[in-house]
């Protein structure tokens, strides 16, 4: 089975930090594209970051570069956020993605179940 566990949510004061991780099996995680996503209260999901396969591109939405880390270690096909100067927008639920492209229109991807940052002003 596919699994991916997402971890490390939780209330934190603006200003602090949190790192999430998410650990996955049941896939060849070295071969997928890594990303988080969030959606906050009343909006749509959203991109967060994400980091590719291969080379270790890492690209960051706007409202977050400067501040977040996303990171992968294959060996423990684990992928972490390290989000620092949290702000009070940040709060969402934080969801963790593995895509993987069989050709340019055609992926397959997998999600895990999502953990909660509250970030208090």
């Known amino acids: 089975d596919v699994q991916l566990q997402a971890s490390g949510g939780g209330l934190v004061q603006a200003g602090g930090s949190l790192r999430l991780s998410c650990a996955t099996s049941g896939f060849s995680f070295d071969d997928y594209i890594i990303g988080w996503f969030r959606q906050r209260p009343g909006q749509e999901r959203e991109g967060v970051s994400g980091i590719s396969s291969e080379d270790g591109i890492t690209n960051y939405a706007d409202s977050v570069k400067g501040r977040f880390t996303i990171s992968r270690d294959n060996s423990r096909r684990t992928m972490y956020l390290q989000m620092n100067s949290l702000r009070p927008e940040d709060t969402a639920v934080y969801y963790c993605?593995?895509?993987?492209?069989?050709?340019?229109?055609?992926?397959?991807?997998?999600w895990g179940q999502g953990t909660l940052v509250t970030v208090s002003s």
């Open positions: 993605n593995a895509r993987v492209y069989s050709s340019p229109y055609s992926s397959q991807e997998y």
